[in-house]
């Protein structure tokens, strides 16, 4: 079967997901590549029709053991026609639940066959210096892994003339979901006196939760605890302060230290 153009969909405050989805589609090795990034408010203002004879590879980060809600929001949105689709999770290290199994089904109901799976990790969104979780993941082997990933998401579609042709591809989870779509809407972040007011914390925010001309107005009912703005803050003027969240850094960081390796399901 020939594909005419590969959608790289992804949503990714912290940009693993982002490293995990193109090092995938370094291995597609495809002429045509369309990057569709649901990480900004106004990246998810664009909807997204998807043909026959085109590859959708949708890949979200793993929250409470689920698809991120504002990510499942914007996926049932998706119209398909039969697409073949590869879905992709990246966690930190601890596990991945159901959230794999849940963002097949999305992507199935909206007219997509899942045709290829993988789970893969990245650093946590809560790593820090002193409690590094899975740091440096996706690491060079991971992308490795996720190129060869690609290469045999080729193979697959080159070996047969129609997706009818295909079983479908079990994945590990269980329905109803476990995990919480819910997540803590909790006033975490310290800003401290280097900051320069430069806006990059608030211009990285997946949900425009921070005040562009005040850094430390956050709106906590907006904030998804992503910490993409503590990890880009070119000063490294915004931490943790002692919060549900920073002692969930300090209990990941004694609990999964053994390093999870990619799985992908074909
Ligand atoms: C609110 C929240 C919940 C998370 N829940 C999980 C989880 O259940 N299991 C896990 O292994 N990692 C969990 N993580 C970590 C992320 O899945 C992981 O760091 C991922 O690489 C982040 O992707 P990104 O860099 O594309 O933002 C969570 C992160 C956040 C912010």
Redesign the pocket.
Known sequence: MEIDSVKLV?????????AVAHGIAHGIDSSSIELVDLTTPSGREQSLLAAKDELLVVA???????V?ALATEWLKTIKADNTPAVCVV????????D?LLELKDTVEKCGCIPIACGAY???????NSDTP??EG?PDKADVTHAEEFGRKICEKLQAVSSLSQLSDVAVPGSYPYG?RTE??SVDFIAVNSTCTQCGSCADVCPVGAIDSQHSSIINHEKC?????CIKSCPQGARTMKPSPVKEASERLNNL?KDPKQPECFL
């Open positions: 992804y949503f990714s405050p912290t940009e693993t997901t982002k979200v980060p793993v929250y409470m053991g689920r991120p990246v966690y930190g290290n601890r596990a991945y639940d959230a990790i990245g650093e946590h969104s809560f790593s979780i899975a993941r995990g997540l803590w998804i605890t992503c910490c993409a999964c």
